[in-house]
């Protein structure tokens, strides 16, 4: 059964730190691209990274970048969204979905599929 499962979120201060992680059962996450996005309430969802099945391409919404860093294991079927110093802003609940690939314009999307996502609230 095809599943993505986000983990790792939680309540931060401003500032701190957290680390998603993306983890795929019933296929294959190294033929695949890999997209995390958010979306916060009364807002629609936004790409925030992507990467490339090889790793060889990453891409970070201008919001994120310099603070947020995308990896994949490809042995351990994962993907991992390190993020640091977070803002108000970054308060969302965060996906991962896999695409065909990551570019310069961000994911292209495989499928329709998303997983339950993993909240991420960051608070003073």
């Known amino acids: 059964q095809l599943q993505l499962v986000e983990s790792g979120g939680g309540l931060v201060q401003p500032g701190g730190s957290l680390r998603l992680s993306c983890v795929a059962s019933?296929?294959?996450?190294?033929?695949?691209?890999i997209g995390w996005f958010r979306q916060a309430p009364g807002k629609e969802r936004e790409e925030v990274s992507c990467?490339?099945?090889?790793?060889?391409?990453?891409n970070y919404a201008n919001s994120v970048k310099g603070r947020f860093t995308i990896s994949r294991d490809n042995a351990k079927n994962t993907v991992n969204l390190q993020m640091n110093s977070l803002k108000l802003e970054d308060t969302a609940t965060y996906y991962c979905?896999?695409?065909?690939?990551?570019?310069?314009?961000?994911?292209?999307?495989?499928?329709?599929?998303w997983g339950q996502g993993t909240q991420v609230t960051v608070s003073s």
């Open positions: 979905k896999r695409g065909i690939v990551c570019g310069a314009m961000g994911l292209d999307e495989y499928d329709d599929y």
């Open positions: 019933g296929f294959r996450l190294d033929i695949y691209a």
């Open positions: 990467i490339s099945a090889s790793s060889d391409t990453t």
